[in-house]
């Protein structure tokens, strides 16, 4: 949704304060990840998490898109409060974190796609996508 406002030069909505944070997986990591647990007999039976340990603010994400899309300065980030999209009951949770050491240990999986990486490659591929 940020890629999609940037991209029509509206400010992304951020809900919140913006300081919750996630970790972000590139698409590419998380193939590996899920073909390595098919082939590697360590997996059979196990429960794996494969994603990307590093935090990232939901503030942070959008101003990061902000800075691949070259709209600094024009842009900044929208803070929504949560009582206005979800109604007043919602509540988020501050981190979600994968533990992806049964990985890292079973399968020696490791994410290799950085978040900026990632966001230049979707950036792109959205550049791509909605060209006319």
């Given at each position: 949704?940020?890629?999609?406002?940037?991209?029509?030069?509206?400010?992304?909505q951020v809900h919140g304060d913006g300081n919750q944070t996630r970790s972000f997986t590139f698409i590419s990591d998380t193939i590996d990840g899920t073909v390595t647990s098919l082939v590697r007999n360590e997996a059979v039976g196990e429960v794996l998490n494969i994603g990307n340990q590093v935090e990232t603010s939901i503030l942070e994400l959008a101003n990061?898109?902000?800075?691949v899309a070259g709209k600094e300065g024009e842009l900044k980030p929208e803070?929504?409060?949560?009582?206005?999209?979800?109604?007043?009951?919602?509540?988020?949770?501050?981190?979600?974190?994968?533990?992806?050491?049964?990985?890292?240990?079973?399968?020696?999986?490791?994410?290799?796609v950085t978040l900026r990486e990632g966001l230049d490659l979707t950036y792109q591929w959205y550049l791509k996508e909605s060209a006319p």
């Open positions: 949704m940020f890629m999609r406002r940037i991209l029509n030069n509206q400010a992304p990061n898109i902000i800075s803070l929504i409060p949560y009582s206005e999209f979800y109604g007043r009951s919602y509540e988020d949770l501050r981190r979600r974190v994968p533990d992806i050491s049964k990985a890292r240990r079973l399968l020696a999986f490791e994410p290799r």
